[in-house]
């Protein structure tokens, strides 16, 4: 493949450093790109000049009585190292109330009539909330400084081009012909900062291949902003994007990647009939189910072995933060293993449908075995509806020929949930043969109340899954509380 940059046009970034480790990276918005002005976003280092971060308009998706309302959220973004101070002003307003999410980050504010005022340091995914209102929002990406930017100060363009395997895309829009890139075995792709690709990034049949920067990938619709199809050792890193899965592929990472999507069926990072997936620091604000983890689907065939997820975080405007199990191969039956999720915070689900439930959810369909889950160290805020487990054996006639076989050996360590509009979750096999086996929680805390079969005041004659609001049902065998 010939050598490709897209360079409309270079807009340097804007730098300063307080000394060698201490710097702070912003980047101006291109021209032609939708952007809001619910806020104003500024940063400085410390005793630094103030910079202005631009703020874009990003569709999220409100669900009202069943209805489907795409609303304009905001979002900004910048890299720094050291310490920041950051002074974000509404202009809906007097600011009443305000959060910065998520909360278990604990980050102190002030506000000064309609400025909140807060200092990071370290990078953070975060909300900023006033009022409120979660619907029109600011989305603050702080990365860390992006090592992985080729177009080092006091390079050139000229220079940049003769690296024959990097397709560049610089500070500007880029509307891909037909609305889609291919991208071939070797090749690094490179998005920089203030860069808006409108189309959708596939890495297809390839080996060896690189996605990375800070700028935005979109398709002119709906859909995936980048894909990842039946290839090996794909690393992903930094850019901002609406949907991306993975299908048929083995050795993937995915890290500090923000995938916000507003449409039906829009899922934030699915894997398909993959192997050695890893997922770090990545924020997920879907449409539909944050990220999934299914065997056979979607033209990709065979089940999953270890998928992990660390240190991120996951907003599910509608379905699931976290769904396994469901689709496969009914003939083959598919085997679904050695998956963890680490260090999480949930900060919504909003679900009405029954069938469709769960925070922290394992649904076997498709004659899939799943077994050998862990969810560790995950922190659940107050969500708008919904469950926080649901485990079943079952057979979802809409997108299954068959019930699943099983679900076995599934850990919660250090879950904990603070809030009062959890409904009730279920633990439920399907019949004899179709079990769920070896389900332990340990160190569950709701409300910071410790849930455990010796906890005091338990009724003798109760279940520890009453005490959590857990129906544990038929075909279910070793739940225990620790």
Same mark, same amino acid.
């Given at each position: 493949?010939?050598?490709?940059?897209?360079?409309?046009?270079?807009?340097?970034?804007?730098?300063?450093?307080?000394?060698?480790?201490?710097? &702070?990276?912003?980047? +101006?918005?291109? @021209?032609?790109?939708? *952007? !809001?002005?619910?806020?104003?976003? #500024?940063?400085?280092? /410390? $005793?630094?000049?103030?910079?202005?971060?631009?703020?874009?308009?990003?569709?999220?998706?409100?669900?009202?009585?069943?209805?489907?309302?795409?609303?304009?959220?905001?979002?900004?973004?910048?890299?720094?190292?050291?310490?920041?101070?950051?002074?974000?002003?509404?202009?809906?307003?007097?600011?009443?109330?305000?959060?910065?999410?998520?909360?278990?980050?604990?980050?102190?504010?002030?506000?000064?009539?309609?400025?909140?005022?807060?200092?990071?340091?370290?990078?953070?995914?975060?909300?900023?909330?006033?009022?409120?209102?979660?619907?029109?929002?600011?989305? &603050?990406?702080?990365? +860390?400084?992006? @090592?992985?930017?080729? *177009? !080092?100060?006091?390079?050139?363009? #000229?220079?940049?081009? /003769? $690296?024959?395997?990097?397709?560049?895309?610089?500070?500007?829009?880029?509307?891909?012909?037909?609305?889609?890139?291919?991208?071939?075995?070797?090749?690094?792709?490179?998005?920089?900062?203030?860069?808006?690709?409108?189309?959708?990034?596939?890495?297809?049949?390839?080996?060896?291949?690189?996605?990375?920067?800070?700028?935005?990938?979109?398709?002119?619709?709906?859909?995936?902003?980048?894909?990842?199809?039946?290839?090996?050792?794909?690393?992903?890193?930094?850019?901002?994007?609406?949907?991306?899965?993975?299908?048929?592929?083995?050795?993937?990472?995915?890290?500090?990647?923000?995938?916000?999507?507003?449409?039906?069926?829009?899922?934030?990072?699915?894997?398909?009939?993959?192997?050695?997936?890893?997922?770090?620091?990545?924020?997920?604000?879907?449409?539909?189910?944050?990220?999934?983890?299914?065997?056979?689907?979607?033209?990709?065939?065979?089940?999953?072995?270890?998928?992990?997820?660390?240190?991120?975080?996951?907003?599910?405007?509608?379905?699931?933060?976290?769904?396994?199990?469901?689709?496969?191969?009914?003939?083959?039956?598919?085997?679904?293993?050695?998956?963890?999720?680490?260090?999480?915070?949930?900060?919504?689900?909003?679900?009405?449908?029954?069938?469709?439930?769960?925070?922290?959810?394992?649904?076997?369909?498709?004659?899939?075995?799943?077994?050998?889950?862990?969810?560790?160290?995950?922190?659940?805020?107050?969500?708008?509806?919904?469950?926080?487990?649901?485990?079943?054996?079952?057979?979802?006639?809409?997108?299954?020929?068959?019930?699943?076989?099983?679900?076995?050996?599934?850990?919660?360590?250090?879950?904990?949930?603070?809030?009062?509009?959890?409904?009730?979750?279920?633990?439920?096999?399907?019949?004899?043969?179709?079990?769920?086996?070896?389900?332990?929680?340990?160190?569950?805390?709701?409300?910071?109340?410790?849930?455990?079969?010796?906890?005091?005041?338990?009724?003798?004659?109760?279940?520890?899954?009453?005490?959590?609001?857990?129906?544990?049902?038929?075909?279910?065998?070793?739940?225990?509380?620790?």
């Amino acid at each position: 493949m010939k050598k490709i940059v897209f360079a409309a046009y270079i807009l340097l970034c804007a730098w300063c450093s307080a000394d060698a480790q201490d710097r &702070l990276v912003t980047y +101006p918005a291109p @021209e032609g790109v939708e *952007l !809001k002005n619910d806020f104003t976003v #500024k940063v400085r280092q /410390k $005793e630094g000049e103030w910079q202005q971060v631009d703020t874009y308009a990003v569709k999220v998706d409100e669900v009202r009585n069943a209805s489907h309302h795409v609303e304009l959220a905001s979002l900004a973004y910048f890299d720094f190292s050291g310490e920041v101070e950051i002074e974000v002003t509404s202009h809906s307003g007097a600011i009443r109330e305000a959060r910065i999410r998520p909360l278990s980050y604990d980050i102190k504010f002030r506000t000064e009539k309609d400025k909140l005022i807060f200092c990071l340091d370290r990078p953070r995914n975060l909300s900023v909330e006033i009022n409120g209102d979660i619907f029109h929002n600011l989305h &603050l990406f702080a990365n +860390p400084i992006d @090592e992985n930017n080729p *177009l !080092k100060p006091g390079m050139s363009l #000229k220079k940049l081009t /003769k $690296e024959k395997d990097l397709i560049y895309f610089a500070p500007g829009v880029h509307r891909l012909p037909g609305d889609t890139l291919r991208i071939p075995s070797g090749k690094r792709v490179y998005i920089a900062g203030g860069a808006r690709v409108i189309g959708s990034l596939h890495i297809k049949d390839a080996t060896d291949v690189k996605i990375q920067g800070r700028g935005i990938v979109h398709p002119a619709g709906r859909g995936e902003g980048v894909y990842v199809m039946n290839s090996q050792r794909v690393e992903l890193d930094g850019f901002i994007t609406t949907q991306c899965p993975v299908g048929g592929s083995d050795s993937v990472t995915v890290s500090n990647v923000k995938a916000i999507s507003s449409y039906g069926w829009g899922d934030g990072m699915n894997v398909f009939a993959s192997n050695n997936v890893h997922y770090d620091g990545v924020f997920c604000r879907t449409s539909d189910d944050c990220t999934t983890v299914y065997a056979t689907r979607k033209g990709f065939s065979g089940g999953c072995r270890n998928i992990s997820m660390q240190n991120s975080t996951l907003w599910a405007d509608v379905a699931h933060p976290i769904f396994i199990g469901l689709h496969g191969d009914v003939a083959n039956c598919d085997v679904i293993e050695d998956i963890s999720y680490t260090n999480i915070d949930i900060l919504d689900q909003r679900e009405i449908q029954t069938d469709y439930q769960g925070c922290l959810a394992i649904n076997a369909g498709d004659n899939n075995w799943v077994r050998n889950v862990r969810f560790e160290n995950i922190r659940i805020e107050d969500i708008g509806r919904g469950q926080l487990v649901n485990l079943r054996v079952c057979f979802n006639q809409k997108y299954c020929g068959a019930p699943g076989r099983g679900i076995e050996n599934i850990l919660f360590k250090n879950i904990t949930y603070n809030g009062t509009h959890a409904e009730m979750s279920h633990i439920i096999g399907y019949n004899e043969e179709r079990t769920i086996k070896n389900v332990r929680f340990e160190n569950l805390r709701i409300n910071g109340e410790l849930i455990s079969d010796d906890m005091p005041g338990k009724p003798k004659w109760y279940k520890t899954g009453d005490m959590a609001r857990i129906f544990i049902g038929e075909h279910v065998e070793g739940v225990v509380f620790k």
